[in-house]
Every structure is written in structure tokens, then in C-alpha cells.
């Protein structure tokens, strides 16, 4: 299952999640799961091309290197294209863990975090 991933313009991309550095571009990645309930739960997840924190991830490392050459997105260039389509493909979010989410809201509750 993957396909519809949204890319979203460079200009429009946020911060680094990992590192807090300027993102290069973002992709919105559809997912699904099933939860603790047993009802299938659809969704979206962002994630964004980050120049130190993707440098050694194969796809995108060739896209960041287009970026470092070219400078802004250019999508009637067919090389940008085609590492574009490459990395969206790449893609993969992976399910969450509920458990460690219960968690994290838990510690929040009691003023941990």
C-alpha cells in the first residue's frame, strides 16, 4: 500500500522534526492501521527531506544532492523528477505504537514531560 503521497512545495517546508534544521521539502505519506479496538484508522504523516539528517538514506541522498546543485525545486526538470518519484516511493511510516503513545500521555498527565 503506499501511493498518493502529497509532496509539498520546498517553500512550504517545515523544520527538521530530528534536528530542527531547515527542510529541503515535505511529503504528506498515507497510513493506515489498525488500532487497539480493532477499527482501521486512516491518516497522514509528514515527513521532510532534511540535507543532514537524510544525507546517508540512499533516495534521498540523491535528492539533496539535486537541491545542492540546483538550489529550489524545479519540476519540469526530469532528473528532479525522477529522484523526486524515487524518494516518494521510498517512503515509509511506520505504524504507531499505541502503547508507547499511552505513555508519553501519561507521563504529560502527571507533569513529566
Known amino acids: 500500500m503506499r501511493r498518493g503521497v502529497d509532496v509539498v512545495a520546498a ?8 534536528c530542527r534544521r531547515e527542510g529541503l521539502l515535505w511529503a504528506r505519506v498515507p497510513n493506515r492501521w489498525v488500532n487497539a479496538a480493532g477499527r482501521r484508522v486512516e491518516g497522514y504523516s509528514g515527513v521532510v527531506l532534511c540535507s543532514e539528517c537524510d544525507a546517508r538514506v540512499p533516495h534521498a541522498a540523491a535528492l539533496i544532492t539535486w537541491f545542492h546543485v540546483n538550489g529550489r525545486a ?7 523528477a525522477r529522484l523526486l518519484a524515487a524518494w516518494a516511493a521510498s ?7 499505541e502503547r508507547a503513545l499511552e505513555a508519553e500521555i501519561e507521563r504529560w498527565r502527571h507533569g513529566e514531560l
Open 91 to 97: 517512503l515509509d511510516v511506520p505504524e504507531p505504537d
Open 11 to 18: 517553500d512550504d517546508a517545515p523544520a527538521c522534526p530530528r
Open 74 to 80: 524545479d519540476d519540469a526538470d526530469a532528473e528532479f
